[in-house]
């Protein structure tokens, strides 16, 4: 089993987006084991895969923060969470692609969770009682590094870093860089590596957007991170695909924006290779 965390603490750079195609594309085009695990309480990526009305019969006991160990009034403590209890199995009839929703609630586990100790460890033992079940794990973090992502990072192998290539998020980069690595330092058990920066919503005709790709792509062979040759176009496919809650994938698996999510995922699969 790989953990893939996709991380990036500017918002907006195409996270949920990523994890919703690549995970898609993975289960019906690479026929892989695919769980996502939405752990942004924004629940964007969650609402991807399912209804609200699905959603409210699973908000009080079928959550990732029920995995997390939150205490919502509805669990007991003295009873370990089954992770299994949370898992949606073949969202939209996809074989193979199982989700963990999230929950508005996970905004306060930060506060809840403040004196637990081990409490950046929940999920990585949570998920080792499932990992036989899956050959990927997809997880959309929130645009921050607190504790949820703190989870992420302790049980991912790879991150992967969506960014806009504009002037903010290529200063934002060596930050989320050395503040993975400081984190690691103070987590002993966080063996996470960065597998490489995506470039999404990009505007191949205008000039700062190439002008900015470029620079990233230098910045990041002195950061020593690896970016994707693949990038992924802004394109109305997407945005209209995000807007109906639904994978671009599914609407039409040939668009553009598809095609190029279909090429990041074979380059993706080729890099873990490579790392084995
Ligand atoms: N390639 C693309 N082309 C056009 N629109 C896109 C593309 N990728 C993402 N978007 C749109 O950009 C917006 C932000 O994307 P997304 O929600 O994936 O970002 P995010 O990084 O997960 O944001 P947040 O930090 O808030 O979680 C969404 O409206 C989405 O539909
Ligand atoms: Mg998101």
Not at 24 to 42: F, G, M, S, W, Y
Not at 210 to 230: C, G, H, M, P
Request: hydrophobic share 40%; aromatic share 6%.
């Amino acid at each position: 089993m790989k953990t893939i965390a996709f991380i990036n603490m500017k918002g907006g750079v195409g996270k949920t987006t990523s994890v919703v195609e690549i995970a898609t594309i993975l289960a019906k085009e690479h026929r892989k084991k695919v769980l996502v695990i939405d752990l942004d309480p924004q629940t964007n990526c969650t609402f991807s895969f399912i209804k609200i009305e699905a959603w409210d019969k699973l908000k009080t006991n079928a959550t990732i923060a029920d995995v997390l160990g939150m205490n919502r009034g509805f669990s007991t403590r003295d009873k370990e969470y089954e992770i299994k209890d949370a898992v949606l199995k073949n969202v939209l009839g996809i074989v193979g692609l199982d989700l963990i929703p999230s929950h508005l609630e996970l905004t306060f586990l930060d506060l809840e969770l403040g004196g637990v100790a081990g409490r950046e460890q929940i999920l990585k033992k949570q998920l080792d009682k499932i990992k036989d079940d899956y050959e990927y794990v997809l997880i959309d973090c929130p645009p921050n590094l607190t504790l949820a992502p703190q989870n992420a990072l302790v049980v991912s192998d790879y991150i992967i870093t969506p960014v806009v290539p504009e002037i903010y998020p290529s200063i934002g980069l060596p930050l989320l860089i050395n503040r993975v690595r400081s984190l690691k330092r103070s987590i002993p058990q966080c063996n996470v590596e960065f597998l490489g920066v995506i470039f999404t919503k990009v505007k191949s005709n205008t000039r700062i957007h190439t002008q900015q790709l470029d620079a990233i792509r230098k910045t990041s062979v002195e950061l020593d991170v690896y970016t994707f040759q693949t990038i992924i176009p802004e394109t109305v496919r997407i945005s209209e695909a995000a807007a109906n809650n639904k994978p671009a994938y599914l609407v039409n698996p040939n668009a553009d924006g598809v095609e190029s999510y279909k090429n990041l995922v074979k380059e993706i699969l080729l890099k873990i290779n490579e790392n084995e």
